[in-house]
Structures are given as C-alpha cells and as structure tokens.
C-alpha cells in the first residue's frame, strides 16, 4: 500500500514538474516579451515607488501630486518612442558587432543616429522636468534639485572627477597629457 502511495505522489510530483517546465519553454519560445518590450516599461513597477518616495521627500501636496502624474505621463509618452528608436538602433549596432567583418561605415551612421536620438531625448525629459519645476514652490524646487543631483552625481565612484559642492561648481578641467 506505501509503495502505491509513493507512486501515486512520485506521478503528481513529475506532472506538476513537466508542467512548470512547458510553460516556462512556452513563454521563452513565443514572441510575447518581444512584443511587449516596447509597450510594458520595464521601471513601471518601481515608478510608483519612485514617485512616493519623491512626493514624501519633495513634500508635495494632493494637488501638486495629481499633476506631476499628468506632466510623468506626458514625459513618458513624448520620451517613449525615442527611446524605442534608440534601443532599435543599438540592436542593429549590436548585429553589426556580432557579423564577422562588420561594416564600419553602417556602424559609425548608427552611432550619429543615437547620439542624436539621445540628444532628443534629453531636451523632452529636460522640458518635462520643467513643467514639474513650475508646480513646485521655491523650497520643493531646491529639494528637487538636491535629489536630482543625487541621481547624477559622479563623486561616489573613486577616481572619478568630483565637481565641488558648492552651488555652480563644474567638473575640474581635465589633466593634460593623457
């Protein structure tokens, strides 16, 4: 009777087994990440977090929060499709890369067409990060940008130039002779 019930539990373990590993072959094997890179954002599950955490350190009101999520959702769709163009383009320059004599002259067009692509793409998110500068008041605005140079800000990194700390300090001018 045991040995029965070992078999019975040892068939129920291999189905749920072999069941896992179709639809994980299911999923790998059809198109349907690739089809949806471009629509579901990769950061959307962290951009609620990121928007708590800039709301509660920033101190925006109810307000002011209904409309940093209409100038975000501005952002995002006026900065959407160039960064779909850019991931477009370093795929391409990743295929180039991959070929066994690639075409320079193909792969120095692509790098102009991103660089100018990602010069784009900075003006919108520069814009758009305007709008939300308007909605804030004087003293939102100086945490803004405290946390936004935060984000940028290269100094963690040993060996890295480190622009000084007090307001309109630039980058050190570079060494001579490397």
Same mark, same amino acid.
């Given at each position: ?38 629509? /579901? =954002?990769?950061?959307? /599950? =962290?951009?609620?977090?990121?928007? =708590? ?19 975000? $959702? ?38 102009? %067409? ?5 010069t784009e793409h900075? /003006? ?8 939300? /500068? ?5 003293? $939102? $605005? ?32 570079? %060494?001579?002779? =490397?």
């Amino acid at each position: 009777m045991s040995n029965r019930i070992l078999i019975v539990v040892l068939l129920i373990s291999v189905a749920i087994n072999l069941a896992s590993v179709i639809t994980l072959v299911f999923h790998w094997v059809s198109d349907a990440p690739v089809k949806q890179s471009f629509v /579901r =954002r990769p950061f959307d /599950r =962290r951009a609620a977090v990121h928007h =708590r955490f800039f709301a509660r350190k920033i101190g925006l009101d109810d307000n002011q929060i209904e409309q940093f999520d209409r100038i975000r $959702q501005e952002m995002t769709d006026v900065t959407q499709p160039v960064r779909r163009e850019i991931m477009i383009r370093r795929h391409e320059l990743m295929n180039l890369l991959s070929q066994s004599d690639p075409d320079t002259a193909k792969a120095a067009q692509l790098i102009d %067409e991103i660089s100018k692509l990602q010069t784009e793409h900075e /003006r919108r998110a520069f814009h758009g990060f305007l709008k939300i /500068r308007s909605i804030l008041t004087p003293g $939102q $605005q100086e945490k803004m940008g405290m946390l936004l140079n935060m984000l940028i800000d290269p100094c963690p990194a040993p060996g890295r130039p480190c622009p000084g700390k007090e307001p309109g300090a630039g980058f050190p001018a570079p %060494e001579s002779g =490397r």
